[in-house]
């Protein structure tokens, strides 16, 4: 029992039976750890070999604590290491003759653990493990392997079973089952059985349908799977079996495609000032608001234009020129006008005093009319942040024209000191996120001085704060003087980007405040062009500190903007019109939850047909037909990739079958599933 032992009756009792029955056998009374000694002679004397059976065991039964190192290697060295070797030598065999069976022996005390048995525990499940792999990559050889776990009597456990029961759990019982799986017509592999007293059954593994704890919002908590456990432990509720690596990946992806941008949301406090439910309820009030061309060029001076600096502003500034327009950023405008007479937001009671202007969005979905029109706008809430300490909070305003046709957007990120630690999330959904200036010289600069006055000039388009021209506000806000308006920096950087690159017109602009600026200071607006975007900062000479960072714009409205499916030179493919949608679908809440820029390689008959380049980490997002770098690169068949779209090819069988190949961060493909639908 402890393989102490040299008897060599039982294995010269069996030779002698199978030859008595006209059969052919060798005794072999090598130990099983000296993998030649034992299969060395089977090929001297057969030259093949067909079967292995991994059977030779000993015991070592201690209670856990009182298992010393050399019971545990002799367990181990005896179950699993020879085990392994054996079938190694044997492997390599049976590939070469695309012929082979391989059973481990196995336990229950492995497979349910036993006390006094953590050693031997250890070494039989390890076996069913080795079972697992060698199964798989053995089939393509037919050389399958199983694992049986019998209940029957041998030396080893001819003291453990009641006497009455010796004749029932004789090997008899069991070797028949163990024989089937030998035999060459059986094709089982990777199978775990147990057996003994006549009776066998298969073994499987077997999960429940399992919860999901996390969101995409926070790492989770202890707490999170707290909750969620007895859920997570439930096998009344669907359970399934579950046979492969694949099959267990496919799960968990499945549960992260699946995964909750951020927790429900509670309840809002009705006694509280931050009520992020009845704030994101709210749709504000038509503000009308009529303007002439006298506004537009009010506003053009307000972010310093003007005719002594080149002939090219006269187009901003002088209604009878050719070219007579607003700057892009005269959209701020109708904005301010709703704001002056919106007043405060239900749900969202800030004090006015903590409030920071951190970001601005603006696009335009249409040029505007120089000479005047009339717009409506109304305002919604986007995101609630809680930052901790502080809140964050976005404001959407919508401006149409008389036709009712979307004119311009505008997003104001709002921040407000010591007003967070609300219970809100975290997770960024509608802002558009700035995007960082690239490590290099810029392309263009442009410098300008700001006049003394300019804060009085700006305030006339609609935003009369005093801190930008009373000094005793301005003092008491915390400033020695007043200080210029953040969105008159903003509309001097516009003016600049749009005088470098007069023959397109701006149509989005992002910018976050970084720090204030006093007439009188020098702006430097500083440029890189970054594919179809540039992407700008403005410094403050004087302080050489940045007034704005984070800074896009992009130019041409969305006819030429977003892709309308394949051009006319190129060939028709099935997936044209399913990135065509997918265009109509992409915006900041897209960019928000994503991140991330992907390329796909549309193949037809084995070679490329198309690339696509689907940008979801900057700006408002773009799908474009070009061939640009990625997070994440597929490849895929135009009938495969529109079955998938069409949901009649499961995508993660596509992918696992070959027949799509995923390139960078696979992991990133998953959130690709709302632009499918």
Same mark, same amino acid.
Request: some cysteine.
């Given at each position: 029992?402890?393989?102490?032992?040299?008897?060599?009756?039982?294995?010269?009792?069996?030779?002698?039976?199978?030859?008595?029955?006209?059969?052919?056998?060798?005794?072999?009374?090598?130990?099983?750890?000296?993998?030649?000694?034992?299969?060395?002679?089977?090929?001297?004397?057969?030259?093949?070999?067909?079967?292995?059976?991994?059977?030779?065991?000993?015991?070592?039964?201690?209670?856990?604590?009182?298992?010393?190192?050399?019971?545990?290697?002799?367990?181990?060295?005896?179950?699993?290491?020879?085990?392994?070797?054996?079938?190694?030598?044997?492997?390599?065999?049976?590939?070469?003759?695309?012929?082979?069976?391989?059973?481990?022996?196995?336990?229950?005390?492995?497979?349910?653990?036993?006390?006094?048995?953590?050693?031997?525990?250890?070494?039989?499940?390890?076996?069913?493990?080795?079972?697992?792999?060698?199964?798989?990559?053995?089939?393509?050889?037919?050389?399958?392997?199983?694992?049986?776990?019998?209940?029957?009597?041998?030396?080893?456990?001819?003291?453990?079973?009641?006497?009455?029961?010796?004749?029932?759990?004789?090997?008899?019982?069991?070797?028949?089952?163990?024989?089937?799986?030998?035999?060459?017509?059986?094709?089982?592999?990777?199978?775990?059985?147990?057996?003994?007293?006549?009776?066998?059954?298969?073994?499987?593994?077997?999960?429940?349908?399992?919860?999901?704890?996390?969101?995409?919002?926070?790492?989770?908590?202890?707490?999170?799977?707290?909750?969620?456990?007895?859920?997570?432990?439930?096998?009344?509720?669907?359970?399934?079996?579950?046979?492969?690596?694949?099959?267990?990946?496919?799960?968990?992806?499945?549960?992260?495609?699946?995964?909750?941008?951020?927790?429900?949301?509670?309840?809002?406090?009705?006694?509280?000032?931050?009520?992020?439910?009845?704030?994101? =309820?709210? @749709?504000?009030?038509?503000?009308?608001? +009529?303007?002439?061309?006298?506004? /537009?060029? $009010?506003? #053009?001076?307000?972010? &310093?234009?003007?005719?002594?600096?080149?002939?090219?502003?006269?187009?901003?500034?002088?209604?009878?020129?050719?070219?007579?327009?607003?700057?892009?950023?005269?959209?701020?405008?109708? =904005?301010? @006008?709703?704001?002056?007479?919106?007043? +405060?937001?239900?749900?969202?009671? /800030?004090? $006015?005093? #903590?409030?920071?202007? &951190?970001?601005?969005?603006?696009?335009?979905?249409?040029?505007?009319?120089?000479?005047?029109?009339?717009?409506?706008?109304?305002?919604?809430?986007?995101?609630?942040?809680?930052?901790?300490?502080?809140?964050?909070?976005?404001?959407?305003? +919508?401006?149409?024209?008389?036709?009712?046709? $979307?004119?311009?957007?505008?997003?104001?990120?709002?921040?407000?000191?010591?007003?967070?630690?609300?219970?809100?999330?975290?997770?960024?959904?509608?802002?558009?996120?700035?995007?960082?200036?690239?490590?290099?010289?810029?392309?263009?600069?442009?410098?300008?001085?700001?006049?003394?006055?300019?804060?009085?000039?700006?305030? $006339?388009?609609?935003?009369?704060?005093?801190?930008?021209?009373?000094?005793?506000?301005?003092?008491?806000?915390?400033?020695?003087?007043?200080?210029?308006?953040?969105?008159?920096?903003?509309?001097?950087?516009?003016?600049?980007?749009?005088?470098?690159?007069?023959?397109?017109?701006?149509?989005?602009?992002?910018?976050?405040?970084?720090?204030?600026?006093?007439?009188?200071?020098?702006?430097?607006?500083?440029?890189?062009?970054?594919?179809?975007?540039?992407?700008?900062?403005?410094?403050?000479?004087?302080?050489?500190?940045?007034?704005?960072?984070?800074?896009?714009?992009?130019?041409?409205?969305?006819?030429?903007?977003?892709?309308?499916?394949?051009?006319?030179?190129?060939?028709?493919?099935?997936?044209?019109?399913?990135?065509?949608?997918?265009?109509?679908?992409?915006?900041?809440?897209?960019?928000?939850?994503?991140?991330?820029?992907?390329?796909?390689?549309?193949?037809?008959?084995?070679?490329?047909?198309?690339?696509?380049?689907?940008?979801?980490?900057?700006?408002?997002?773009?799908?474009?037909?070009?061939?640009?770098?990625?997070?994440?690169?597929?490849?895929?068949?135009?009938?495969?990739?529109?079955?998938?779209?069409?949901?009649?090819?499961?995508?993660?069988?596509?992918?696992?079958?070959?027949?799509?190949?995923?390139?960078?961060?696979?992991?990133?493909?998953?959130?690709?599933?709302?632009?499918?639908?």
């Amino acid at each position: 029992m402890h393989g102490e032992g040299a008897s060599s009756v039982a294995a010269d009792e069996v030779v002698a039976q199978i030859k008595a029955a006209g059969g052919n056998a060798m005794a072999n009374y090598a130990n099983v750890c000296n993998t030649d000694d034992v299969l060395g002679p089977v090929m001297e004397e057969y030259g093949k070999l067909d079967i292995l059976i991994n059977n030779a065991g000993i015991l070592r039964d201690r209670s856990f604590l009182r298992i010393s190192d050399d019971d545990w290697q002799a367990i181990m060295d005896v179950h699993l290491t020879a085990s392994f070797k054996l079938s190694q030598k044997a492997f390599e065999v049976m590939k070469a003759q695309k012929y082979g069976r391989i059973i481990n022996t196995s336990s229950s005390s492995g497979i349910y653990g036993n006390f006094g048995q953590a050693n031997y525990a250890a070494a039989k499940m390890g076996l069913v493990g080795l079972t697992n792999t060698l199964a798989i990559e053995g089939r393509k050889n037919n050389v399958l392997c199983n694992a049986v776990a019998p209940q029957a009597l041998s030396r080893m456990t001819e003291n453990i079973f009641p006497a009455d029961l010796h004749e029932m759990l004789g090997p008899q019982f069991v070797a028949p089952l163990t024989l089937y799986l030998c035999h060459e017509d059986c094709n089982e592999t990777g199978g775990v059985f147990e057996t003994g007293g006549g009776y066998s059954s298969k073994l499987r593994f077997q999960s429940t349908k399992g919860a999901l704890f996390a969101t995409k919002a926070s790492y989770p908590t202890v707490e999170d799977v707290a909750a969620k456990f007895d859920e997570i432990c439930n096998f009344d509720d669907e359970p399934e079996a579950v046979e492969s690596i694949h099959e267990a990946t496919m799960r968990i992806m499945n549960a992260i495609s699946e995964m909750p941008d951020a927790p429900e949301a509670a309840g809002d406090d009705p006694d509280a000032d931050i009520q992020p439910n009845k704030a994101k =309820a709210w @749709k504000s009030d038509i503000v009308n608001w +009529e303007y002439t061309h006298k506004d /537009v060029i $009010l506003y #053009n001076l307000g972010v &310093g234009a003007s005719p002594m600096k080149d002939n090219c502003e006269l187009r901003f500034i002088y209604e009878n020129h050719d070219e007579f327009q607003p700057l892009p950023s005269f959209a701020i405008v109708p =904005a301010f @006008k709703a704001i002056a007479e919106l007043g +405060e937001t239900p749900g969202l009671k /800030v004090n $006015l005093a #903590n409030i920071l202007h &951190g970001e601005q969005y603006i696009k335009l979905h249409k040029p505007f009319d120089a000479d005047g029109a009339k717009l409506s706008t109304t305002a919604k809430v986007g995101d609630i942040l809680d930052k901790g300490k502080h809140l964050v909070y976005s404001t959407d305003y +919508e401006s149409r024209d008389e036709d009712g046709e $979307l004119v311009c957007t505008n997003q104001f990120v709002t921040f407000v000191r010591n007003q967070g630690g609300f219970g809100g999330t975290n997770q960024q959904e509608t802002i558009v996120e700035p995007i960082d200036a690239p490590d290099r010289e810029p392309d263009h600069t442009f410098e300008e001085s700001v006049p003394l006055g300019q804060a009085a000039l700006y305030r $006339l388009s609609g935003d009369p704060n005093p801190l930008h021209l009373d000094p005793d506000f301005a003092q008491m806000a915390g400033f020695k003087v007043p200080i210029l308006h953040g969105m008159c920096t903003y509309g001097y950087a516009v003016r600049h980007i749009q005088n470098q690159y007069p023959e397109t017109p701006i149509s989005a602009i992002k910018g976050r405040f970084s720090s204030p600026v006093l007439p009188g200071d020098t702006l430097v607006t500083k440029m890189w062009k970054d594919g179809e975007k540039v992407l700008f900062e403005v410094w403050n000479k004087e302080s050489n500190v940045k007034a704005i960072s984070g800074g896009f714009v992009e130019f041409g409205f969305e006819e030429s903007e977003k892709s309308s499916g394949s051009s006319e030179s190129s060939r028709a493919l099935l997936t044209d019109k399913l990135f065509a949608e997918m265009s109509d679908k992409v915006d900041a809440s897209s960019v928000n939850k994503v991140k991330g820029i992907f390329k796909f390689e549309i193949m037809e008959d084995g070679k490329l047909a198309k690339s696509w380049v689907v940008d979801l980490k900057n700006g408002e997002g773009s799908v474009s037909e070009s061939d640009g770098k990625a997070d994440c690169t597929i490849i895929v068949s135009d009938s495969d990739f529109a079955a998938i779209a069409a949901g009649e090819l499961d995508a993660q069988k596509a992918f696992f079958g070959g027949q799509m190949k995923i390139k960078g961060n696979v992991m990133l493909s998953q959130k690709l599933g709302t632009l499918l639908k």
